[in-house]
């Protein structure tokens, strides 16, 4: 079968234990690539799911250790919810942008505007514990990008993914949270289409289109939280997912 130029490849990666804090994720990935006989060669975009790096750096709350305010209390009473749950979106939200029906969606110290500012009890413990975001997830990928470059000697993109909810339409993905080693977007704007109309305004968020590609094969039921997308010729350099968070004075739903 011949391979048209622009054909990209999605890897599972499997075989990744349950992930502990201080745990190396270089070495768990290679270990598991060596399982499948799968190599990691230069110009690898490597998608991880935050849950793992928030476990691996230890971003876990014991929910036992919370003791709620009144006012999430207040609101956890009202709408069924475990007030130890509110508390710590509370906690990890810059501001809280909606509650309503029980919902809270938030923006994040990063920027990321979610539901329950990235808290997340799925694939924890069973509900004793959830992970929260990393501090940095650009520094995150970043680390794993020199990590792959020292162990391997290859230079790779890092993504870093967290699923979402959208405005306007139904179902969750997957957006670039981190983003290392390469543009998260991609700038056609002054550049001609095929019909040599000149473009103003399209400007490509292709981090995150690479995350929502690997969300078709990570599943939330796979446990497949590391993939390689492979063939897609990115920009290197940029300066990490922050760059896609829109400007307040560009926002008009702000």
Not at 126 to 137: E, K, Q
Not at 191 to 209: N, S, W
């Amino acid at each position: 079968m011949s391979f048209q130029q622009n054909t990209i490849s999605i890897i599972p990666i499997q075989n990744i234990p349950e992930i502990n804090p201080k745990d190396d994720l270089i070495k768990i990935v290679t270990d598991a690539l060596l399982k499948q006989d799968i190599s990691i060669v230069n110009g690898d975009v490597i998608v991880f799911a935050q849950k793992i790096i928030s476990k691996a750096e230890g971003r876990i709350v014991k929910l036992s250790e919370i003791t709620p305010s009144s006012f999430a209390s207040k609101f956890a009473k009202e709408w069924n919810k475990d007030p130890r749950m509110v508390e710590v979106v509370l906690s990890e939200s810059k501001r809280i942008v909606k509650m309503d029906k029980g919902r809270l969606i938030a923006e994040t110290r990063h920027g990321i505007i979610c539901a329950n500012a990235g808290v997340d009890a799925s694939n924890v413990s069973g509900g004793d514990t959830v992970t929260i975001l990393p501090i940095d997830p650009d520094q995150s990928a970043k680390k794993l990008a020199e990590g792959f470059k020292e162990k391997l000697g290859v230079e790779v993109a890092v993504i870093i993914t967290d699923t979402v909810g959208r405005p306007w339409r139904d179902g969750l993905t997957e957006i670039a949270i981190g983003c290392w080693g390469m543009k998260p977007l991609k700038d056609y704007r002054t550049q001609r289409d095929l019909k040599g109309y000149e473009l103003k305004a399209t400007l490509i968020a292709v981090a995150d289109e690479i995350a929502g590609a690997a969300g078709l094969v990570m599943g939330k039921r796979d446990s497949v939280p590391v993939v390689i997308v492979r063939g897609y010729e990115f920009e290197r350099g940029g300066r990490g997912a922050g760059e896609i968070i829109r400007k307040c004075e560009d926002d008009l739903f702000r």
